[in-house]
């Protein structure tokens, strides 16, 4: 069921039921999008998804075709993230124009970085963001900017991705950042900046998870797993984590291997 916000002059904009279930303690599924692929987040939505994690830094999509996403993501209802490429003001405004429900920082490693994002997403007096009649705001005929500008400020998300020693040392101070929702923990690259590559259950990589669930349990905020073909999605929500990501292509493959399995047992 999709839920809107309606202002004076009839126009519209989605409530983020993502960060809605994340503020009453629910634990919340994603997935990887990194091709062109609208059909894909339609079926990923009425599967039950609460969110699509476009990928901006691994994949060639273009701003034209994450418009398309995004489109395809607010038309079933399921919360559109982007991962930018960059922690760059001008690019992360690019991406939000789309319509985007909030962004996600790669290399989060300071508060630094995670005021700046804030800056960058959020519009006055929580940020910096350029205001314009754009998709976002859909395209200045919903209604006043300025009632679009609050709703936005409310509704938007700021996460960050861990990926190495240097953002665990500093997670306090990161979760701490005014309007920064949480982050999701890269322990392939932990693990290599930990000095044990790929080793992802090493004691090392799984005590710099440890250090970071329990900040931010203590602080209410948002920690992300990202959960392998294979792994228990149980396995995490016990560990403390609140959203749980997969990617496309770990769940083709699992549904492909599965598959055969089947099928070869029969013949």
């Known amino acids: 069921m999709k839920v809107f916000y309606f202002n004076i002059l009839g126009g519209a904009m989605k409530k983020n039921t993502m960060k809605a279930k994340l503020a009453k303690g629910d634990v919340v599924t994603g997935v990887v999008v990194g091709d062109l692929a609208l059909s894909t987040?339609?079926?990923?939505?009425?599967?039950?998804?609460?969110?699509?994690?476009?990928?901006?830094?691994?994949?060639?999509?273009?701003?034209?075709?994450?418009?398309?996403?995004?489109?395809a993501a607010e038309n079933r209802g399921v919360t559109p993230l982007i991962r930018t490429p960059q922690n760059l003001a001008e690019?992360?405004?690019?991406?939000?124009?789309?319509?985007?429900?909030?962004?996600?920082i790669p290399s989060i490693r300071s508060s630094t970085g995670?005021?700046?994002?804030?800056?960058?997403?959020?519009?006055?007096?929580?940020?910096?963001?350029?205001?314009?009649?754009?998709?976002?705001?859909?395209?200045?005929?919903?209604?006043?900017?300025?009632?679009?500008?609050?709703?936005?400020?409310?509704?938007?998300?700021?996460?960050?991705?861990?990926?190495?020693?240097?953002?665990?040392?500093n997670i306090e101070m990161i979760l701490d950042s005014e309007g920064f929702d949480g982050v999701f923990i890269g322990t392939n690259d932990l693990s290599k900046s930990l000095g044990v590559p790929g080793q992802t259950n090493h004691p090392k990589v799984q005590n710099?998870?440890?250090s970071v669930l329990n900040s931010a349990i203590k602080r209410g905020k948002a920690?992300?797993?990202?959960?392998?073909?294979?792994?228990?999605?149980?396995?995490?929500?016990?560990?403390?984590?609140?959203?749980?990501?997969?990617?496309?292509?770990?769940?083709?493959?699992?549904s492909a291997k599965a598959f055969l399995i089947d099928a070869r047992r029969s013949n």
Do not use: W
Request: aromatic share 8%.
């Open 208 to 210: 710099a998870v440890d």
């Open 91 to 104: 690019t992360i405004g690019r991406y939000m124009d789309t319509g985007a429900s909030g962004i996600i």
């Open 41 to 71: 987040v339609e079926i990923l939505a009425i599967a039950g998804f609460d969110f699509v994690f476009i990928d901006c830094e691994h994949s060639p999509l273009s701003y034209e075709s994450v418009t398309g996403l995004v489109m």
């Open 114 to 169: 995670a005021k700046q994002a804030v800056m960058a997403v959020k519009y006055p007096p929580l940020g910096e963001r350029g205001l314009a009649g754009v998709r976002a705001a859909d395209y200045g005929l919903g209604g006043p900017l300025g009632e679009y500008v609050k709703i936005a400020n409310e509704e938007t998300m700021v996460l960050g991705v861990l990926e190495d020693i240097k953002g665990v040392e």
């Open 223 to 254: 920690v992300g797993g990202v959960v392998r073909a294979g792994e228990n999605p149980k396995q995490y929500v016990e560990k403390g984590f609140s959203i749980l990501l997969t990617s496309v292509q770990s769940l083709l493959a699992t």
